[in-house]
């Protein structure tokens, strides 16, 4: 819901970054794959209750997860970064997820599988028209140049990042957030659905 607001505020800043790391030779899959091995760290963390840690290694992930895009837009984007990109976004997301079941499995692990439950829907939902809108030639530019078709919803990249601060912030209420957001991705894969619906059928 916020993404298009996020994208435009923070495209300046990466762009500039992004050239000097194209000057010295590091590529969009570089980041990707770098910004994914500190974001998985976060589990170890969060495992040992290390939230401060935790996320801060999420918010490197996140930096990364922007420049990775703005290198490639300067560089030229590849399926294979495309790829990379959403495929491994996904493991992180839910891998925070899991790191918070294991730091109190009695405690936190049904709602963590409830939520990681809600992003297989908000995730599916995403990717099966991405598919299509791709054999269709459909486009979206609101979300600017991407390898895949962004289909908008409630619970987007900004509000789960959003949500992986409040919890690292507050980890005593991630129950009480996991039902909630988890709620939230299900209101948002319900009209993914029904909006691809409407435009595929």
Not at 39 to 51: D, K, R
Not at 62 to 89: F, K, M, W
Not at 127 to 148: E, H, V, W
Not at 189 to 195: K, M
Request: aromatic share 14%; net charge neutral; hydrophobic share 55%.
């Amino acid at each position: 819901m916020l993404d298009t607001h996020f994208i435009t505020l923070l495209k300046r800043p990466l762009a500039f970054f992004a050239k000097w790391l194209v000057s010295v030779g590091v590529s969009a899959n570089h980041i990707t794959v770098t910004g994914f091995i500190i974001g998985i760290l976060s589990i170890p963390a969060l495992q040992q209750q290390m939230y401060g840690v935790a996320l801060l290694l999420i918010l490197i992930n996140r930096v990364c997860d922007g420049l990775d895009g703005a290198v490639a837009r300067q560089t030229g984007a590849s399926d294979l970064g495309g790829y990379l990109d959403i495929t491994l976004d996904f493991i992180f997301y839910s891998g925070v997820i899991f790191g918070f079941a294991l730091a109190n499995p009695d405690n936190n692990a049904l709602a963590a599988a409830f939520l990681i439950f809600s992003f297989m829907g908000t995730g599916s939902s995403f990717l099966a028209f991405a598919i299509m809108a791709a054999k269709r030639n459909i486009t979206q530019l609101s979300y600017g140049k991407k390898s895949l078709f962004y289909l908008g919803g409630l619970t987007e990249g900004a509000e789960t990042i959003a949500l992986f601060i409040f919890i690292c912030l507050f980890p005593n209420y991630f129950v009480i957030a996991a039902w909630v957001f988890g709620s939230l991705c299900w209101l948002t894969t319900g009209t993914r659905i029904y909006s691809s619906y409407l435009t595929l059928r």
